[in-house]
């Protein structure tokens, strides 16, 4: 059974960092991994994706050279480590899986994810 449990969220003022952790297990050979989040009043959009057997990542213009995912295979842990924080960063963030077959690329499509956390609350706020 596919799991997947977010960790890392929190407050932080505007211009510092945090670092969400996704826990995986039960995964299958070849999966993705997308960063979501949702704030209130708006639709939950994609923020990054990652996949588990190619140097491939993706990343939501609005966070472009401010965000980074990556991913320890050896944990089935993925990783998005937020810098700059702005206060529209501020949402509840999820992890979510699906699976990606042999591919080079992954896809920040929502409805391509089957698999998703219970989400992390992160606040950038002064």
């Known amino acids: 059974q596919v799991q997947l449990v977010e960790s890392g969220g929190g407050l932080v003022q505007p211009g510092g960092s945090l670092r969400l952790s996704c826990a995986a297990s039960g995964f299958w050979d070849y999966y993705a991994i997308g960063w979501f989040r949702h704030a209130p009043g708006e639709e939950r959009e994609g923020v990054s994706c990652?996949?588990?057997?190619?140097?491939?990542?993706a990343y939501a213009d609005a966070v472009k050279g401010r965000f980074t995912v990556s991913r320890d295979n050896a944990k089935n842990a993925v990783y998005l480590q937020m810098n700059s924080l702005k206060p529209e960063d501020t949402a509840v963030y999820y992890c979510a899986a699906y699976s990606s077959g042999i591919t080079t690329m992954c896809r920040m499509t929502e409805r391509t994810y089957d698999y998703w956390g219970q989400g992390t609350q992160v606040t950038v706020s002064s």
């Open positions: 990652i996949l588990s057997s190619y140097d491939n990542t």
